[in-house]
């Protein structure tokens, strides 16, 4: 259980909030790339960790990530017009530059003193890995860009989506960094004793922390003479990966040299992005169109899973997530079609905030807790005027996660350290 202060100190992320203090030291995906592909195209809409935002591409390529609302009168700039280095508000005709100069008034005299008073918020943005990530927090304290290992994968080798998930930020992390779950959650093949989470439902975890977060291995003894172990990587503030030894390609169940894994960003208290991104550790093995929609479709949120227009899952709460409770009976544990629809109908029902006051935890959620000790003890050091863990991209650049079988008479440390290395 976790006392009710602790809970409420690391699901608030508002300006002003402890919770929102410490994502606000850190580097957070804020849109995909392709929501602004094209320049001086039309901007889209932002809001994480409470703020209503505003992104655009403009003329010379930048992304910038502003305020939502004309200083003026509060106009919102999502009607403005995007045009020669800057967003024009349509109620008066100010405009302001990627960086939140205001530029041009119109409606007042030539040489007006207002020009260099008046400023939109506005937030360092990079592109990287087809993700557009923003620096929300202190400037002087704005650390190197971030570096993980799936943002260096070449085109063709990395894969990334997103979706939207409609609870705390916390409770679909802590699904992520869950492995028991999936021996019920996600057994899709219920009786099959070739699947891995029927022939031993009870991992043994092993936790270590690390200078960017944790590491964590979940044990599962699939014979005799070997075991099977899955290694995880946690990068603060909410960066999970996993390596994945196999995959579904065409309905058939293949090996493939896949690494896969989500960054949970708060888009206010009550409601989550989830940023999907999966990539190749094998450099003669990319991911072609057909195997990424697979895997996609597998998890859930393929092409035609999404409401059009939106991040938004067609299996939701408002339809029960089409559960099918004959399917329940005979074939799956859930009845829900989709991995990642699986986890949302748990994460969402649990409602908007968990009271995690409330809880009985077991062994196999020591994960659950460091993750919660991390981001407590990252607002106390935020708080103090020190750096929290992972701000730093030299402390998680060379880690990858991985899995695989390993003898009974090895040790996976041992094993496993030369696939526990970051590549490319």
């Known amino acids: 259980m976790l006392k009710s202060e602790d809970n409420d100190r690391i699901t608030r992320v508002g300006p002003g909030t402890p919770g929102g203090a410490l994502f606000r030291r850190y580097w957070l995906p804020a849109l995909l790339s392709s929501e602004v592909a094209e320049r001086d195209g039309a901007p889209v809409r932002v809001r994480m960790l409470g703020e209503d935002l505003l992104a655009f591409r403009d003329t010379s390529g930048r992304v910038a990530l502003v305020g939502a609302y004309c200083p003026h009168r509060r106009a919102p700039l999502f009607f403005g017009r995007n045009e020669e280095d800057g967003i024009r508000c349509v109620y008066h005709g100010w405009k302001f530059d990627a960086s ?7 409606t007042e005299p030539p040489g007006t003193p207002m020009l260099s008073k008046v400023r939109l ?9 087809d993700v557009v990530w923003a620096y929300l927090g202190p400037r002087d304290k704005q650390p190197p860009a971030p570096d993980y290992e799936w943002l260096r994968a070449p085109a063709g080798f990395r894969h990334v989506s997103k979706t939207f998930e409609n609870c705390n930020y916390l409770q679909g992390l802590e699904g992520g960094v869950d492995s028991a779950h999936s021996s019920f959650l996600h057994n899709n093949s219920i009786g099959d004793t070739a699947d891995l989470r029927n022939r031993d439902r009870s991992p043994r975890l092993e936790v270590e922390t690390t200078p960017y977060g944790f590491r964590y291995s979940s044990t599962r003894k699939v014979e005799e003479t070997r075991s099977y172990v899955r290694v995880y990587q946690f990068v603060m503030p909410t960066l999970q990966m996993r390596g994945t030894i196999t995959d579904y390609k065409g309905g058939k169940r293949i090996k493939v040299p896949k690494i896969d894994g989500h960054v949970w960003v708060p888009i206010d208290d009550e409601h989550t992005h989830v940023y999907n991104f999966m990539y190749s550790f094998d450099e003669s093995v990319g991911l072609d169109d057909d195997y990424v929609e697979g895997w996609e479709k597998f998890s859930g949120r393929g092409k035609d899973d999404l409401i059009p227009g939106t991040f938004r899952l067609k299996l939701n709460s408002g339809n029960d997530y089409l559960i099918d409770r004959a399917v329940q009976k005979t074939r799956t544990f859930t009845g829900i079609q989709g991995v990642n629809t699986q986890d949302y109908a748990l994460q969402e029902g649990m409602g908007p905030i968990v009271d995690r006051s409330k809880e009985n935890l077991g062994s196999t959620d020591r994960a659950i807790v460091t993750t919660r000790r991390l981001l407590i003890d990252g607002t ?6 020190d750096a929290p863990p992972g701000v730093d991209p030299a402390s998680y650049r060379d880690v990858r996660p991985h899995d695989g079988y390993v003898p009974a008479s090895e040790e996976w440390r041992v094993s496993m350290a030369k696939d526990l290395v970051a590549k490319w």
């Open 121 to 129: 918020a506005a937030y360092p943005t990079i592109e990287l890995g």
């Open 380 to 385: 106390h050091a935020v708080a103090a005027g």
């Open 100 to 106: 939140g100069a205001c530029v041009d008034i119109p």
